[in-house]
């Protein structure tokens, strides 16, 4: 496969490290469209078309909240290059996508760059209940399914107690219409944007050194509530650039 990597970083990410915190983002800013888009679609549509169990997940009762994200999405779309005609979408790349509501999180996955994670309130936590995840960072969708919060950022050494209650009230507080984002940094010796890995301690990922890795891999993640589900989503936007 051919490499697929943006020229550069956004300016307001090319700082040495990912923010540790979180910054207020436009209201239509949780879904862009960049240089890498038709060759990253055309990825996302070889992994739902082969792997779809891999890169697909919805509990049923999310269903509701997955199709206001849809909506919320396609309300976007025409800013940033799409035509809508009825329920066709013209992408950027002449690619022409029919609108299936009873499957958003697909529907989704065929039109933005973006992977979307579904996050409902169960109790004091938030669940994740649905996401289309086809370029992950070094993690299964199929180990996070259903778990909160706290569960999804098991294997992470610095996600102690103090952290998971911050994260959590960002959650609880991202008001709807002033999305929150964020970026990270990660070096990688390959540019594959599909980089499952097992939460187990025997599958975790050695870290290569920062000045000999190739490649920079860096997520902007933005935070945004649904304003009739009361549903949040966590977009991902993954950039690879050589370092």
């Known amino acids: 496969m051919s490499l697929i990597l943006q020229k550069a970083l956004p300016p307001e990410m090319d700082g040495e490290a990912g923010l540790p915190g979180m910054a207020p983002a436009a209201a239509n800013d949780w879904l862009r469209v960049d240089e890498a888009y ?21 509990d049923p009762s999310a269903q509701d909240a997955a199709c206001e994200v849809l909506e919320q999405a396609l309300d976007l779309l025409p800013d940033m290059g799409f035509a809508r005609a009825a329920d ?20 989704l996955g065929y039109l933005v760059q973006q992977d979307i994670c579904l996050l409902q309130k169960h109790g004091t936590e938030h669940v994740l209940t649905g996401a289309v995840l086809c370029f992950p960072a070094s993690w299964r969708l199929a180990e996070k399914a259903g778990k909160p919060l706290i ?3 098991e294997p992470v050494d610095e996600y102690e107690d103090v952290l998971a209650k ?7 507080g991202v008001k709807a219409g002033r999305p929150m984002w964020r970026f990270n940094k990660l070096w990688y010796e390959d540019a594959e944007l599909f980089q499952p890995r097992s939460a187990a301690m025997s599958a975790r990922r050695i870290i290569p050194d920062a000045a000999a890795a190739p490649f920079i891999r860096s997520e902007r993640q933005c935070v945004v509530r649904m304003p009739r589900t009361d549903a949040v989503v966590f977009s991902i936007h993954t950039f690879v650039v050589r370092s």
Not at 167 to 172: E, H, K, M, N, S
Request: one cysteine or more; glycine letters at 6%; proline letters at 4%.
């Open 38 to 58: 038709g060759a990253q679609m055309q990825r996302r549509l070889e992994l739902l078309q082969k792997q779809r169990a891999d890169v697909l997940w919805m």
């Open 166 to 172: 911050r994260v959590q009230r960002l959650f609880d």
């Open 88 to 107: 066709r979408v013209t992408c950027p790349d002449g690619r022409v996508v029919t609108l299936d509501r009873s499957a958003p999180l697909l529907t």
């Open 151 to 153: 569960g999804i950022h």
